[in-house]
């Protein structure tokens, strides 16, 4: 499976900006896709994850301002993320879990400016 992350740039803080996330092919039978992001200098963390049967999981961090959400038929996950803070900035990617196996994105570059 090969995903691609795209959609990041410069936002200010108080911003909007949504991150897709497109499969390479169904993602219909993945158990659940999820988004990660990493700070410079800081180790990478879970930011949202959207498990098959379609429950959600947010870090503490991001709950009321990031919603994700996946669109089968364009076999895309999508990262809603507004009220963004300058501590957003990151390279946000992606991920898949199918069965076993754990596919990455490469990221895509958040900027937040205050």
């Known amino acids: 499976v090969q995903l691609q992350a795209f959609g990041g740039g410069l936002v200010q803080a108080g911003g909007s900006l949504t991150l897709s996330c497109a499969a390479s092919?169904?993602?219909?039978?993945?158990?659940?896709m999820g988004w990660y992001r990493q700070a410079p200098g800081k180790q990478r963390e879970s930011v949202a994850f959207i498990a098959n049967g379609g429950i959600t999981q947010y870090a503490e961090l991001v709950k009321g301002r990031f919603a994700i959400s996946r669109d089968r038929s364009t076999y895309t996950v999508s990262l809603q993320m507004s009220s963004l803070k300058p501590e957003d900035t990151a390279v946000y990617c992606c991920?898949?879990?199918?069965?076993?196996?754990?596919?990455w994105g490469r990221g895509t570059l958040v900027t937040v400016s205050s």
């Open positions: 092919r169904s993602i219909t039978s993945f158990n659940g």
């Open positions: 991920n898949a879990v199918v069965t076993t196996k754990t596919f």
